[in-house]
């Protein structure tokens, strides 16, 4: 037995690498790297952030797009079929994630990335260039059925950075995701409706005064193409050894190890004989920190809606009747201060606390928040413009540091030929929660501004209020005995 488990100790410590193969290619590069790839890590930023731009870039001019279509019959309505535009993109990447999870497993994570990028310069296109309420859900809808890119990018950094590295790798991905959710918008603020805003530039007979929520879709489009066509010079991780290579099972095995930053211990602990692996499903770890992810991002996506929602509501209604433009400004400014947090501050941050501590605190500190959100609608002028956003500013600060420490222990949670298929999983189900927030949300938008005089929770109050009742619950599931992580640590 001794003598066994020393073979296997020096096979890790060798590091056999197999001849064509690509993750092996990538595992022979982290060996002799040193310093941060940094390369890597802005290849990541910019696949995940071409990504990410066109999934709530509609939200600052979805008010005013709605009213155009002129399908909700009273200004009070706007919200309730806006909730169902920004939930079909959601739709489609639910019914599809474990798909492009499997899909990365078997053929790679490279092809599913170039899919993805492909689907947005496609279908976000034709969002822009919707002229009614059908249209612009059906291309969100296959917009979101087609760029399965997020559960394998996840796995892809996992794979390609060094263990030292691992916690900056996601956070990268975690960074670029929050900057295209808080930059989209800003986009979309900024080029909607461009012939009222810039007549001097747009004319009103040309296409984008006859499409006035073109000009953004287009500016992010041409993005992801260029993204799309670096994608191709991107090395695969996945592992692909032929017949003879799988005869040395015992290097094989501790290559995967390795990969999956393990060490020699764990190769102890394995059980005699073990063939297969744990099914993900029966996995908790990877299943609490999927489902312990999917309420944050439930209230997350919520409130990315609301958000711009309740800033262009005119003021009788509780809003703070803001122009796209406005509302662009400050989901900029927001977007600037949470690159230079998770960039600087953020693996600091990390490394003192753990990723679960990270996601408590992070919690705790959102709700009351939010709590001031209705209070700051009673300003005005300047005071108005730095309370709102400071305000934006932590809370989307807040919410991407609790997901990149969920990302961090549900990539810990499973080995490399699983993670393709985990993260699949795990985007399904955030997915479904992402749907069920604009809609639901949307809804109970359209509810509050209707209770006005309500003695309990007028109006905006209410919205808010839930939003917080879902934190909470999102905040005591950090706990054990729901919440545990592989290893047996809890933050």
């Known amino acids: 037995m001794a003598a066994e488990e020393n073979r296997e100790s020096q096979s890790l410590l060798k590091k056999v690498y197999y001849e064509n193969c690509p993750g092996c290619k990538v595992e022979e590069e982290k060996a002799l790297q040193r310093g941060t790839p940094v390369r890597k890590l802005v290849a990541i930023w910019m696949i995940v952030l071409s990504a990410s731009l066109p999934i709530s870039s509609l939200f600052p001019f979805l008010y005013f797009m709605i009213r155009d279509f002129h399908i909700a019959k009273r200004q009070e309505d706007i919200g309730f079929y806006a909730g169902y535009i920004g939930s079909s993109y959601m739709i489609g990447r639910a019914l599809t994630s474990i798909f492009w999870g499997i899909v990365a497993d078997r053929y790679g994570r490279k092809p599913v990335i170039i899919i993805g ?6 279908f976000n296109t034709l969002f822009g260039l919707s002229v009614n309420y059908w249209m612009a859900i059906t291309t969100r809808f296959l917009l979101g059925s087609l760029n399965g890119l997020f559960g394998p990018i996840k796995a892809y950094a996992s794979e390609v950075f060094p263990e030292e590295h691992q916690a900056l790798g996601m956070s990268t991905i975690s960074t670029a995701w929050g900057i295209g959710l808080i930059i989209g918008p800003a986009l979309g603020g900024f080029f909607a409706q461009p012939a009222e805003k810039y007549p001097s530039i747009f004319s009103a007979d040309s296409i984008f005064g006859r499409f006035p929520y073109f000009l953004p879709c287009l500016c992010i489009s041409l993005f992801a193409l260029g993204i799309t066509v670096a994608c191709f010079w991107l090395p695969e991780t996945l592992h692909s050894h032929n017949q003879n290579d799988r005869l040395h099972d015992d290097s094989f095995e501790a290559l995967e190890t390795a990969s999956c930053a393990s060490n020699a211990n764990e190769i102890k602990q394995k059980p005699e004989g073990q063939k297969h692996k744990e099914s993900i499903i029966k996995n908790w770890p990877l299943m609490s920190a999927i489902i312990v992810n999917c309420v944050f991002a439930l209230h997350d996506m919520t409130y990315t809606e609301m958000f711009s929602l309740w800033a262009e509501s005119p003021r009788k ?13 400050v989901l900029a400014i927001s977007g600037v201060g949470l690159f230079l947090f998770q960039t600087t501050l953020y693996p600091y941050v990390e490394k003192m606390l753990g990723p679960i501590r990270i996601a408590r605190i992070g919690g705790v500190l959102t709700i009351p928040l939010l709590s001031s959100y209705p209070f700051i609608a009673l300003l005005s002028g300047f005071s108005l413009s730095v309370l709102l956003n400071f305000a934006s500013l932590l809370k989307n600060v807040l919410a991407t540091t609790i997901v990149t420490g969920l990302f961090i222990l549900q990539n810990r949670a499973v080995d490399q030929d699983q993670r393709g298929a985990a993260n699949g999983i795990a985007m399904t189900g955030l997915s479904v929660f992402k749907t069920i927030g604009p809609a639901a949300g949307g809804v109970v938008f ?15 109050q209410m919205v808010f209020f839930i939003l917080n009742l879902v934190e909470v619950i999102a905040v005591l599931m950090t706990f054990k005995p729901f919440l545990t992580v592989r290893d047996g640590r809890n933050g």
Do not use: F
């Open 317 to 329: 209604l509780g809003g703070l009747s803001y122009s796209t433009e406005d509302v662009g400004e």
């Open 446 to 460: 359209s509810w509050a501004q209707k209770r006005l005089d309500a003695a309990i929770l007028p109006g905006i």
């Open 117 to 122: 990028t492909i689907a947005v310069v496609i």
